[in-house]
């Protein structure tokens, strides 16, 4: 890596142009995603926020309901009017601070690892099909890492300076962090630890700022205590094993998280950023034998780049493995611009044409990654294009049987109609689901109850009857889907519920609406009573 040029002088008008071009460039790549239709998790997110009031929020986030703490949802229901559609309106934060982190990353860079190697970081930031895809997210997990990316800037700030201003900041944002989402603590910790050992005149500011941050956590104490014995189900979707760790450490590195690696970029292009570390790593061993190995020698600032890169994955890993399973892509996103800035740091560490090969393989990779998610194979599926074509064929009244992703108490279609005005033109029956109304009433009250487990699930034959009583048209939507993402057992679902149906009912037409780069497949079937269509 490059000495460190952190404010030794103003910064050149080249670099200055640069990060305001990445920025921008980081912004457009990350729309079209943001136009998305809300699925999986992000249902789940629609019903605390939209149509509650922020007590009611709160309450549902601190049951077993949500596993996270509250202050995501406390700016999701402060934004959720700010567009006509509640959808992109709960995902605005997730899309602002998804974007600004590509110049906070260049900046923590600037402080620590050096100008180029800052740009280079920034770069990977503004294209990774990961960054991209959880910029338009209505989770908290874009907002999490804007937290604890300002933590870092502030506590360097603070050991740099030594001004009292910047710690109370470094403890408040370090404080908010938490707030956001629970793994937060692998990073706070690890750089607490780094500044603990490197900056010993700074130790009682550093305690002093941390007993602030968990004094400011206590009033949640109820909330955290309940989400530790919160039902898990990541072990059934990223088991705790050695191809599981490497898929995900593969994906958070390059790809994107719902499609194969070798869809999304592609193995050739996986290749050239691998050929790009690979020169990296052959032109830092040649700097280190002709300097006598001197060079090894990290800065402090930049093994905090390191540290912030490798070791809060190495605890997930171990907490997964050790307590329980959190060991999915989103849990590793806080180390995110750490891996970018290390990224950075190595690539642009080599001399003269090994330095300029490394830095545009590794550009060109993540560059294709970003490009290739305007595509719309590598968005979300998309459920509003499946509504807005029973709108415009179905009649009112029409039931919509919907097979969703998860067990939410509300379903993609559920949600997509609300979206579009006409929520209640058409009656959503839920298949491989525990019905709406009674996971609402588990809801109710000051005392939510968890949903997700253990409440009795409606079966194919009695839904297909509701379908039939309801079709006075004879006409019935089922949306499906099929999947490689997860096991799930969608398939069988779908073909008890096409078997209960009465013989008069035929699939008339069979649609197909792809998303995640060909992983995952929305269907929609037309299903017609032949004795009324004559």
């Given at each position: 890596?490059?000495?460190?040029?952190?404010?030794?002088?103003?910064?050149?008008?080249?670099?200055?142009?640069?990060?305001?071009?990445?920025?921008?460039?980081?912004?457009?790549?990350?729309?079209?995603?943001?136009?998305?239709?809300?699925?999986?998790?992000?249902?789940?997110?629609?019903?605390?926020?939209?149509?509650?009031?922020?007590?009611?929020?709160?309450?549902?986030?601190?049951?077993?309901?949500?596993?996270?703490?509250?202050?995501?949802?406390?700016?999701?229901?402060?934004?959720?009017?700010?567009?006509?559609?509640?959808?992109?309106?709960?995902?605005?934060?997730?899309?602002?601070?998804?974007?600004?982190?590509?110049?906070?990353?260049?900046l923590l860079g600037l402080w620590t690892v050096g100008r180029r190697s800052a740009l280079v970081g920034a770069v990977c930031?503004?294209?990774?099909?990961?960054?991209?895809?959880?910029?338009?997210?209505?989770?908290?997990?874009?907002?999490?890492?804007?937290?604890?990316?300002?933590?870092?800037?502030?506590?360097?700030?603070?050991?740099?300076?030594?001004?009292?201003?910047?710690?109370?900041?470094?403890?408040?944002?370090?404080?908010?962090?938490?707030?956001?989402?629970?793994?937060?603590?692998?990073?706070?910790?690890?750089?607490?630890?780094?500044?603990?050992?490197?900056?010993?005149q700074a130790r009682r500011a550093l305690i002093a700022s941390n007993l602030a941050a968990v004094v400011g956590f206590l009033?949640?104490?109820?909330?955290?205590?309940?989400?530790?014995?919160?039902?898990?189900?990541?072990?059934?979707?990223?088991?705790?094993?050695?191809?599981?760790?490497?898929?995900?450490?593969?994906?958070?590195?390059?790809?994107?998280?719902?499609?194969?690696?070798?869809?999304?970029?592609?193995?050739?292009?996986?290749?050239?950023?691998?050929?790009?570390?690979?020169?990296?790593?052959?032109?830092?061993?040649?700097?280190?034998?002709?300097?006598?190995?001197?060079?090894?020698?990290?800065?402090?600032?930049?093994?905090?780049?390191?540290?912030?890169?490798?070791?809060?994955?190495?605890?997930?890993a171990l907490y997964s493995w050790l307590r329980t399973d959190i060991f999915g892509g989103p849990f590793l996103i806080a180390?995110?611009?750490?891996?970018?800035?290390?990224?950075?740091?190595?690539?642009?560490?080599?001399?003269?044409?090994?330095?300029?090969?490394?830095?545009?393989?590794?550009?060109?990779?993540?560059?294709?990654?970003?490009?290739?998610?305007?595509?719309?194979?590598?968005?979300?599926?998309?459920?509003?294009?499946?509504?807005?074509?029973?709108?415009?064929?179905?009649?009112?009244?029409?039931?919509?049987?919907?097979?969703?992703?998860?067990?939410?108490?509300?379903?993609?279609?559920?949600?997509?109609?609300?979206?579009?005005?006409?929520?209640?033109?058409?009656?959503?029956?839920?298949?491989?689901?525990?019905?709406?109304?009674?996971?609402?009433?588990?809801?109710?009250?000051?005392?939510?109850?968890?949903?997700?487990?253990?409440?009795?699930?409606?079966?194919?034959?009695?839904?297909?009857?509701?379908?039939?009583?309801?079709?006075?048209?004879?006409?019935?939507?089922?949306?499906?889907?099929?999947?490689?993402?997860?096991?799930?057992?969608?398939?069988?679902?779908?073909?008890?519920?096409?078997?209960?149906?009465?013989?008069?009912?035929?699939?008339?037409?069979?649609?197909?609406?792809?998303?995640?780069?060909?992983?995952?497949?929305?269907?929609?079937?037309?299903?017609?009573?032949?004795?009324?269509?004559?």
């Open positions: 890596m490059e000495s460190n040029l952190a404010d030794n002088g103003p910064l050149p008008r080249f670099f200055l142009a640069s990060i305001v071009i990445v920025t921008v460039g980081g912004f457009l790549l990350r729309l079209p995603s943001f136009h998305d239709s809300l699925f999986g998790d992000e249902i789940s997110t629609y019903f605390i926020v939209v149509g509650n009031g922020l007590g009611r929020v709160l309450r549902i986030v601190e049951s077993n309901q949500e596993t996270s703490p509250p202050l995501y949802f406390i700016v999701a229901w402060l934004t959720k009017g700010l567009f006509s559609s509640p959808a992109e309106s709960i995902r605005l934060i997730s899309l602002i601070t998804g974007t600004a982190a590509i110049p906070l990353t260049f930031m503004a294209f990774s099909p990961y960054m991209i895809f959880y910029s338009s997210e209505a989770r908290p997990f874009m907002l999490m890492m804007f937290f604890v990316l300002l933590s870092t800037l502030a506590l360097l700030r603070a050991l740099r300076t030594g001004r009292f201003g910047w710690w109370i900041g470094y403890a408040v944002l370090t404080c908010a962090a938490m707030y956001t989402h629970y793994t937060a603590v692998f990073l706070l910790v690890v750089q607490l630890a780094w500044a603990f050992w490197t900056y010993r009033p949640w104490i109820n909330g955290f205590r309940e989400d530790l014995h919160a039902p898990n189900f990541i072990s059934a979707l990223a088991p705790v094993n050695f191809h599981d760790l490497q898929t995900i450490v593969e994906t958070s590195w390059i790809g994107h998280p719902e499609t194969a690696i070798g869809r999304l970029p592609g193995e050739f292009t996986v290749a050239i950023a691998g050929a790009g570390l690979l020169v990296a790593l052959i032109g830092l061993t040649l700097r280190a034998r002709a300097t006598g190995g001197s060079w090894w020698r990290l800065p402090r600032q930049k093994t905090l780049i390191v540290l912030l890169a490798v070791a809060p994955c190495v605890l997930v180390s995110w611009p750490g891996l970018a800035l290390a990224i950075g740091g190595l690539v642009t560490s080599p001399r003269k044409f090994l330095r300029l090969a490394a830095v545009a393989l590794t550009i060109g990779a993540f560059a294709v990654g970003g490009f290739k998610m305007l595509g719309s194979t590598a968005q979300r599926p998309n459920v509003d294009a499946v509504v807005a074509y029973i709108n415009h064929v179905g009649r009112k009244g029409d039931p919509i049987v919907c097979l969703g992703f998860f067990a939410n108490p509300l379903s993609e279609c559920d949600v997509a109609l609300a979206d579009s005005g006409q929520r209640e033109d058409h009656p959503v029956i839920r298949l491989g689901s525990p019905t709406r109304a009674l996971q609402v009433s588990h809801l109710s009250g000051d005392d939510p109850q968890p949903v997700f487990f253990g409440l009795p699930v409606t079966p194919p034959q009695d839904v297909a009857a509701q379908a039939v009583a309801l079709a006075k048209h004879g006409t019935i939507f089922f949306v499906s889907y099929s999947t490689s993402l997860v096991p799930n057992n969608a398939d069988v679902q779908s073909a008890q519920f096409l078997k209960a149906l009465p013989p008069s009912f035929h699939i008339v037409k069979h649609l197909t609406f792809s998303g995640y780069a060909g992983g995952f497949l929305q269907n929609l079937d037309v299903i017609r009573n032949s004795s009324l269509h004559q």
